[in-house]
């Protein structure tokens, strides 16, 4: 087979895999004959797409979780175009595959399992939520050793807001926390163990706890923990699955406890962590700046003659769920509260992010509303004037889809309802409207629809 020597050092070999911006290739390092596998990402795109925050992280957290049962990031390239990330060869390939053809016996399973958990653990111990955890996402080495893969969707700590919380809405539907479908802000290690203990089930089973052909009525199912355990599981793994797949996050079994459990330490080996992982912080700092100017600096148009440039609110990005979720017609919040009070309002504009906040600004200036901007596209606006139950408060938060097709979600924090809904009909609504493409909630043109389902399927997969 013909190949071609990379960055005079790897020679590149098939293909393992695919996505929207990346691709995955075999390859060897012909000094040292080592098998890796490498990641090659297309830098114009993501930064075009404005991805380029999302593929820092990424490479930030590989740096930052070493550990013998997660896929190890070895060195960082790039070229004028491309981004190549060096990285661990898992030959095995994923245990989505293995799961594929039946469940896998107890000690397989529990094997697998255990080594989830302590990975995972040693993630969180770092501030790390991987927050995408699947089978696909998992790969087996050719001893049936277990390595997680693709952080791609991962936070860190310093992600979380005020409230300590998380509030992006990602993952794969049937296996994200009932908490993150809500949108109400999560606890990233407790989804995370949501996610594992349905990975358990279906390594057991061999198929999923919540499943549907209707996305709805399966996000109802994972909101209620409605599902049933086979005849066959065991009794500890059935008690225990019980316990991780508990709605209610506060009470939710924690991984401290998990490794606690009789069933979950049974026949447990425990392997010393990689010395590297305790390095030190500040090199890893310095290695990690130095790697994000290397990589990035080629095709950032930075100028250090340039003036500061004033203050903007750079909007979230969305990923291929939040687009589900915020999809005409798919209102979730029934599914989690006990009274249907629908607490926000969500509009869709074909406008620039910088357009969508001077028009917000110029609204809240005309109702006389102190507008105080966040980090992640958050806006508040405040009014001055005591109400019935205090000074009404909005909060705003801007969704980048691409950089001219945003979601903007408009919602009370603060104040009396009646005087929000007042304030929405009478001035706001009216006051966006030459930004707004359609209101949620109203009736659907056609070309929005065409339009939703091309960008959910431009996203779906975007990275590898």
Same mark, same amino acid.
């Given at each position: 087979?013909?190949?071609?020597?990379?960055?005079?050092?790897?020679?590149?070999?098939?293909?393992?895999?695919?996505?929207?911006?990346?691709?995955?290739?075999?390859?060897?390092?012909?000094?040292?004959?080592?098998?890796?596998?490498?990641?090659?990402?297309?830098?114009?795109?993501?930064?075009?797409?404005?991805?380029?925050?999302?593929?820092?992280?990424?490479?930030?957290?590989?740096?930052?979780?070493?550990?013998?049962?997660?896929?190890?990031?070895?060195?960082?390239?790039?070229?004028?175009?491309?981004?190549?990330?060096?990285?661990?060869?898992?030959?095995?390939?994923?245990?989505?595959?293995?799961?594929?053809?039946?469940?896998?016996?107890?000690?397989?399973?529990?094997?697998?399992?255990?080594?989830?958990?302590?990975?995972?653990?040693?993630?969180?111990?770092?501030?790390?939520?991987?927050?995408?955890?699947? @089978?696909?996402?998992?790969?087996?080495?050719?001893?049936?050793?277990?390595?997680?893969?693709?952080?791609?969707?991962?936070?860190?700590?310093?992600?979380?807001?005020?409230?300590?919380?998380?509030?992006?809405?990602?993952?794969?539907?049937?296996?994200?926390? @009932?908490?993150?479908?809500?949108?109400?802000?999560?606890?990233?290690?407790?989804?995370?163990?949501?996610?594992?203990?349905?990975?358990?089930?279906?390594?057991?089973?061999?198929?999923?706890?919540?499943?549907?052909?209707?996305?709805?009525?399966?996000?109802?199912?994972?909101?209620?923990?409605?599902?049933?355990?086979?005849?066959?599981?065991?009794?500890?793994?059935?008690?225990?699955?019980?316990?991780?797949?508990?709605?209610?996050?506060?009470?939710?079994?924690?991984?401290?406890?998990?490794?606690?459990?009789?069933?979950?330490?049974?026949?447990?080996?425990?392997?010393?962590?990689?010395?590297?992982?305790?390095?030190?912080?500040?090199?890893?700092?310095?290695?990690?700046?130095?790697?994000?100017?290397?990589?990035?600096?080629?095709?950032?148009?930075?100028?250090?003659?340039?003036?500061?440039?004033?203050?903007?609110?750079?909007?979230?990005?969305?990923?291929?769920?939040?687009?589900?979720?915020? $999809?005409?017609?798919?209102?979730?919040?029934?599914?989690?509260?006990?009274?249907?009070?629908?607490?926000?309002?969500?509009?869709?504009?074909?406008?620039?992010?910088?357009?969508?906040? $001077?028009?917000?600004?110029?609204?809240?200036?005309?109702?006389?509303?102190?507008?105080?901007?966040?980090?992640?596209?958050?806006?508040?606006?405040?009014? $001055?004037?005591?109400?019935?139950?205090?000074?009404?408060?909005?909060?705003?938060?801007?969704?980048?889809?691409?950089?001219?097709?945003?979601?903007?979600?408009?919602?009370? $924090?603060?104040?009396?309802?009646?005087?929000?809904?007042?304030?929405?009909?009478?001035?706001?609504?009216?006051?966006?409207?030459?930004?707004?493409?359609?209101?949620?909630?109203?009736?659907?043109?056609?070309?929005?629809?065409?339009?939703?389902?091309?960008?959910?399927?431009?996203?779906?997969?975007?990275?590898?």
């Amino acid at each position: 087979m013909e190949t071609k020597l990379l960055m005079e050092r790897y020679e590149l070999g098939k293909l393992l895999g695919q996505g929207t911006f990346a691709k995955v290739h075999h390859a060897r390092d012909i000094k040292t004959s080592m098998n890796v596998a490498i990641k090659i990402i297309d830098k114009e795109k993501i930064v075009k797409i404005g991805m380029t925050d999302q593929i820092k992280r990424e490479i930030s957290v590989m740096r930052l979780v070493r550990h013998s049962n997660i896929v190890q990031l070895y060195e960082v390239m790039a070229s004028k175009k491309k981004i190549y990330c060096v990285m661990e060869y898992v030959k095995g390939g994923e245990l989505f595959n293995k799961v594929s053809k039946g469940k896998l016996k107890e000690d397989v399973a529990r094997k697998c399992f255990q080594q989830l958990i302590c990975a995972i653990d040693f993630c969180h111990s770092r501030g790390v939520y991987h927050r995408d955890l699947k @089978p696909e996402n998992l790969l087996l080495d050719e001893n049936g050793n277990l390595k997680i893969s693709d952080f791609g969707l991962s936070a860190l700590a310093e992600s979380e807001r005020q409230d300590g919380l998380l509030h992006t809405t990602c993952g794969t539907p049937a296996y994200v926390a @009932p908490e993150v479908i809500n949108r109400r802000g999560y606890d990233g290690a407790k989804a995370d163990i949501w996610s594992c203990g349905v990975i358990l089930y279906v390594l057991l089973a061999g198929y999923l706890p919540f499943h549907d052909s209707n996305l709805i009525e399966m996000y109802r199912k994972i909101g209620k923990a409605e599902f049933k355990c086979p005849n066959w599981f065991p009794p500890g793994a059935r008690r225990l699955i019980s316990k991780i797949l508990d709605p209610n996050p506060s009470t939710r079994i924690s991984i401290s406890k998990i490794m606690e459990n009789s069933w979950f330490r049974k026949g447990l080996q425990l392997k010393p962590i990689k010395a590297d992982a305790e390095s030190n912080p500040k090199d890893a700092e310095a290695e990690e700046a130095a790697t994000h100017d290397a990589v990035f600096g080629v095709c950032e148009n930075t100028d250090s003659r340039t003036k500061p440039k004033p203050e903007v609110v750079k909007p979230a990005h969305l990923n291929a769920f939040d687009i589900i979720s915020f $999809s005409t017609g798919i209102d979730l919040s029934g599914l989690f509260e006990e009274r249907n009070i629908k607490r926000e309002v969500i509009f869709t504009s074909k406008q620039p992010a910088k357009t969508i906040i $001077s028009k917000l600004e110029n609204v809240a200036r005309r109702l006389k509303l102190k507008v105080m901007k966040r980090d992640g596209g958050l806006l508040k606006l405040e009014g $001055s004037n005591e109400g019935r139950k205090g000074v009404l408060s909005i909060d705003v938060e801007i969704f980048e889809v691409t950089p001219n097709f945003h979601f903007v979600e408009v919602k009370k $924090s603060n104040g009396d309802t009646i005087e929000y809904k007042k304030t929405m009909k009478k001035d706001i609504r009216p006051g966006l409207e030459d930004i707004v493409w359609t209101w949620q909630g109203d009736e659907p043109r056609p070309q929005q629809q065409v339009a939703e389902e091309e960008i959910l399927q431009t996203y779906q997969g975007a990275l590898i």
